[in-house]
């Protein structure tokens, strides 16, 4: 019988972004589902993500798993013969977790500190940050095509999404990642000729749209 694959997500979320990559990434056909988070969480999301509530939830067979780092790393796990995202070395394995998790725990935080605190002092504070961290991952990416090397793999998935909210952030944060970062920059653009990360991210402007919508919901000018 074939796998019954289903996504819950909310469109402008760069964790689903992830998700959506891996399954490109292994040619997986999945059903999408839309969650509206501006309005009120459905009883699905709510069932199967009762814990933190969020978006994604996988749901595999009828299976729900959360948290998009652990949901890229089943979908490898289950297709792993398919292009595969992780190294078999170990070692290696455990760097891309490493940085993943550097992604995981950095960036959204500072995204949404530009965009949305209410205090300019922080907004400026939290631009010097990501400024540091995305230099960080200039750093790490050195002078490799991907993180991991010559292929597309796990820390890309990871990373990628942010993409989509960097006009959002050069246009509200008044910077420009390509000259901080050319670069970080050049990756990114790299990855977005993937049809599986073209095909897999929201449009910049229309998050730019989100943001100015979601400035107005926090009362930010
Ligand atoms: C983050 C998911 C998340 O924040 C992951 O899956 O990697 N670490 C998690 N999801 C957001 C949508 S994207 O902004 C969400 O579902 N928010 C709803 C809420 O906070 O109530």
């Excluded at 990434?25 to 969480?41: A, D, F, P, T, V």
Aim: net charge neutral; aromatic share 14%; glycine share 6%.
């Amino acid at each position: 019988m074939a796998d019954e694959i289903v996504l819950l997500n909310f469109w402008p979320s760069c964790f689903g972004a992830r998700v959506r990559i891996a399954l490109a990434e292994k040619g997986i056909n999945y059903q999408y589902r839309e969650q509206n988070l501006l309005q009120e969480k459905s009883p699905q999301l709510l069932q199967l993500n009762p814990i933190n509530k969020k978006v994604p939830v996988f749901i595999h067979n009828g299976r729900p798993i959360c948290e998009s780092l652990f949901i890229v790393e089943y979908i490898e796990e289950i297709w792993k013969d398919k292009a595969p995202l992780l190294p078999c070395d170990p070692y290696q394995r455990a760097q891309a977790r490493f940085w993943a998790d550097y992604i995981e725990k950095k960036c959204y935080g500072f995204i949404r500190r530009i965009l949305y605190s209410g205090k300019e002092e922080e907004r400026k504070e939290a631009k010097k940050e990501f400024i540091e961290m995305l230099k960080v991952m200039e750093g790490e990416l050195g002078d490799k095509a991907y993180f991991g090397g010559d292929n597309f793999g796990f820390v890309d998935v990871s990373f990628v999404p942010f993409h989509s909210w960097f006009y959002a952030l050069e246009t509200f944060g008044n910077f420009s990642i390509g000259a901080e970062c050319p670069k970080l920059l050049d990756w990114a653009k790299r990855c977005m000729q993937r049809e599986s990360v073209a095909q897999s991210l929201p449009d910049p402007l229309k998050m730019y749209h989100y943001a100015l919508q979601m400035k107005k919901r926090f009362g930010v000018e």
